[in-house]
């Protein structure tokens, strides 16, 4: 298979085009910096909707994970515009561009995130639930909704719900162990909202069945099957730190440093259960937080 990557420098690109590779894939990048040129990179141009289409044609895949991070702080009008133009935009862009190939890929896997289903408390979640509301619910649906293109040209299209990914390439465990390693971690808020949660190396994977499994297709919640609340995953990390963690961050002080971005993410619980992969036939290498968190950083 040939396969264009999008966002391939990111903390899931590179693991993704790193593992196609070393599969046999041959791996094209899409990418806006023209610091590379090669006959391997494809370039973009969201703003103006530009792509170099004459290189997608003869593609067998492509897998879009282009985005600006949602937790880098407050959530400005100005950086939910970017959030608006990296994910729908930019969907919306690459969408239209494969389906106007005279021989478009034969399947599309698209970014999403478990944000599509809002703050939904104890309620166990599959990939037929309805959506939740707030900003980041919206973002997420519209998300979805553009790549409605490639799918009417015939495209196989796979949106992955991804829940909180655990690397210490990036990414929230990134930022939280530090603080956990010098015993200072402790619960979010209450502890009792629930944190959807997968491994890098079972997401890479997982993406890879997206690939090649021409019988998954639609919304794919890319979690593990066992969730946990946010007590549950301090009382882990630091059980597998080997330090304590008795400092709680109180609601207040996330609403005044981080507003609505600390209500739709730190605060906001979703119970998601990957049922789609579950009935794929999908094995997780780490079903379990403990284990999952123990292979990362040993």
């Known amino acids: 298979m040939k396969i264009l990557v999008s966002g391939s420098t990111g903390l899931i690109g590179s693991a993704l085009v790193s593992f196609l590779r070393s599969q046999g894939y041959e791996v ?6 023209r610091s590379v040129r090669d006959e391997q990179t494809v370039y973009w141009d969201i703003p103006s909707g530009t792509v170099e289409t004459g290189k997608l044609e003869g593609l067998d895949a492509v897998v ?7 937790g880098a702080g407050r959530w400005t009008v100005k950086k939910k515009t970017a959030f608006h133009e990296s994910r729908v935009k930019a969907t919306r862009v690459l969408s239209d561009a494969i389906a106007g190939l005279e021989r478009p890929p034969g399947v599309f896997v698209s970014a999403s995130a478990v944000g599509y289903y809002g703050n939904r408390g104890n309620e166990v979640l599959y990939e037929d639930s309805p959506s939740g509301t707030g900003f980041l619910a919206d973002l997420c649906r519209q998300w979805e909704d553009a790549t409605k293109p490639a799918a009417a040209k015939g495209i196989r299209v796979v949106t992955t719900r991804m ?9 929230a465990l990134a930022k939280l162990l530090p603080i956990f390693r010098l015993g200072i971690g402790g619960t979010v808020g209450s502890g009792d909202q629930y944190m959807s949660w997968i491994g890098i ?3 890479v994977l997982a993406f890879h069945l997206c690939l090649i499994n021409e019988n998954v297709d639609g919304p794919v919640n890319m979690v593990a099957p ?3 609340t946010n007590a549950e995953f301090t009382r882990t990390l630091a059980r ?9 961050v109180p609601v207040w002080l996330l609403k005044i440093l981080f507003g609505e971005m600390a209500e739709e993410t730190l605060l906001s619980s979703a119970r998601v259960l990957p049922g789609k992969l579950h009935d794929s036939g999908f094995t997780f290498r780490f079903p379990e937080l403990h284990e999952a968190l123990e292979y990362v950083l040993k």
Request: proline share 8%; aromatic share 2%; glycine share 10%.
């Open 64 to 70: 879009h994970l282009t985005g600006v991070n949602l």
């Open 240 to 248: 597998v730190c080997r330090r304590p963690a008795v400092f709680p």
């Open 226 to 228: 066992n969730p946990v």
């Open 201 to 203: 190396d079972d997401l």
């Open 163 to 171: 829940g909180v990914v655990l690397s210490l390439r990036g990414g």
């Open 28 to 33: 094209a990048r899409l990418m806006r910096e």
